[in-house]
């Protein structure tokens, strides 16, 4: 079964640095990729970056340029960099993983974990 645990949220000043962790264990078939997904109050779950395969990485519009995702496959851990915080950064950061559809081309993120709490205050 499939276990993922983010840690490092916490409450920053805008404009500050977060550094969130994913770490997973057991092992999944048909794995495609990981993403960060935030669920800010009383809003819906949206995606903040993905990575597939070794390196291919998308980013929402928002956090271009201020988020970095990367993956150590060695160490199971995904991570999101967050720097250059904004006040509206503020949400439960919930890390995923991946397995493809059916059609074998298609990634749907499938396990989740808890979520983290990151709060940018102004």
């Known amino acids: 079964q499939v276990q993922l645990v983010e840690s490092g949220g916490g409450s920053v000043e805008a404009g500050g640095s977060l550094k969130l962790s994913c770490a997973r264990s057991?092992?999944?078939?048909?794995?495609?990729?990981m993403a960060w997904y935030r669920q800010a109050p009383g809003k819906g779950r949206d995606l903040v970056s993905s990575?597939?395969?070794?390196?291919?990485?998308t980013y929402a519009d928002s956090v271009k340029g201020r988020f970095t995702i990367s993956h150590d496959k060695d160490k199971n851990t995904l991570y999101l960099q967050m720097n250059s915080l904004l006040t509206e950064d503020t949400a439960v950061y919930y890390c995923?993983?991946?397995?493809?559809?059916?059609?074998?081309?298609?990634?749907?993120?499938?396990?989740w974990g808890q979520g983290t709490q990151v709060t940018v205050s102004s």
């Open positions: 057991g092992s999944v078939l048909a794995y495609c990729g």
């Open positions: 990575i597939k395969g070794d390196s291919a990485t």
């Open positions: 995923a993983v991946g397995t493809y559809a059916r059609d074998g081309f298609n990634c749907l993120f499938r396990y």
